[in-house]
């Protein structure tokens, strides 16, 4: 619930091409853990086959019956758009009062994923970004938060990135970024910074949204650590391979050179500092329960 108990609706926005056995993973474990929240998925499928549109289908139907209509999926003809592009136009067919970008081979833990999440954008309206705590199969961590150093260059990277879980992660922390293969955001801000830079082809726009929310509307980005997830990376492409990196460290470097505070050193020896304390809301007087005697 909002603020005061009103009921938040969110928005699932997983962008896809042809990743069939990660996506019916995805499909299937998200339906079936994801609890205490009101949702619609929008799918949106690039260049779909029979095959793609036959795993959607048996993830909506039985014997020809809908028997779940979180789903929408949305085909597009070509596969030629970028991560910002598809996603944003994604974004334009819903109405939810938050957005989460899932990425296509992501597979929820727990059942509390979402409603976690969820309850920090309720609860905190300086919070303008959630994101979560990604593990490979292997159980390594992928993701538990973004950071600046000088030695990266000026370039982002994942803290704890392929290392054993430790007490770190368990903690709710201030980032200046996190990963939008799990974030959740409120509409609101993401129309107003105009969504994700379509200038990034794929990598960089979800630290560049990040940081926007920071330095253009004032809000903090918060890892929620009851959000945990495997995430089969690679598998929707590979990031590091990706022909257009370079272009896209430029755009990076271009918009934000000289303005990100490096911050993890200064995080490693306070981390104190980092830690986000859940804020607890009192309802309105006309909210408040009342005892029927």
């Not at 091409?17 to 949106?44: I, Q």
């Not at 919070?127 to 159980?139: C, D, R």
Request: aromatic share 12%; proline share 3%.
């Amino acid at each position: 619930m909002g603020f005061y108990g009103q009921i938040m609706s969110i928005d699932i926005i997983t962008t896809t091409f042809r990743n069939t056995e990660k996506l019916k993973l995805c499909l299937k474990t998200v339906v079936e853990r994801t609890k205490y929240v009101v949702y619609k998925w929008y799918v949106w499928v690039n260049e779909p086959n029979d095959e793609m549109k036959q795993i959607i289908h048996d993830a909506m139907y039985i014997d020809g019956i809908l028997f779940n209509d979180h789903i929408e999926p949305i085909f597009n003809d070509d596969n030629t758009g970028s991560f910002s592009s598809n996603n944003n136009s994604a974004v334009k067919e819903g109405k939810g009062d938050y957005i989460l970008f899932l990425n296509d081979d992501i597979e929820p833990l727990n059942e509390n994923w979402l409603v976690s999440m969820q309850n920090i954008l309720d609860t905190d309206s300086k919070v303008g970004a959630v994101g979560a705590l990604l593990l490979y199969p292997n159980k390594l961590v992928q993701h538990c938060g973004v950071m600046f150093d000088p030695r990266t260059n000026g370039l982002p990277y994942h803290i704890m990135y392929k290392q054993q879980p430790t007490t770190f992660v368990q903690a709710n922390r201030y980032y200046q970024a996190v990963t939008a293969a799990c974030m959740l955001v409120r509409r609101v801000d993401f129309e107003a910074l105009g969504g994700f830079d379509e200038k990034y082809f794929y990598g960089y726009e979800d630290v560049d949204l990040c940081l926007k929310l920071k330095h253009n509307l004032a809000k903090s980005v918060v890892y929620c650590a009851n959000a945990q997830l495997i995430h089969h990376e690679g598998i929707s492409g590979s990031f590091k391979q990706h022909p257009k990196l370079q272009d896209n460290i430029k755009v990076f470097k271009e918009a934000w050179q000289g303005k990100i505070f490096n911050d993890h050193q200064f995080y490693i020896q306070n981390p104190n500092f980092m830690t986000y304390k859940i804020k607890v809301v009192e309802p309105k007087e006309e909210d408040k329960e009342v005892d029927i005697e």
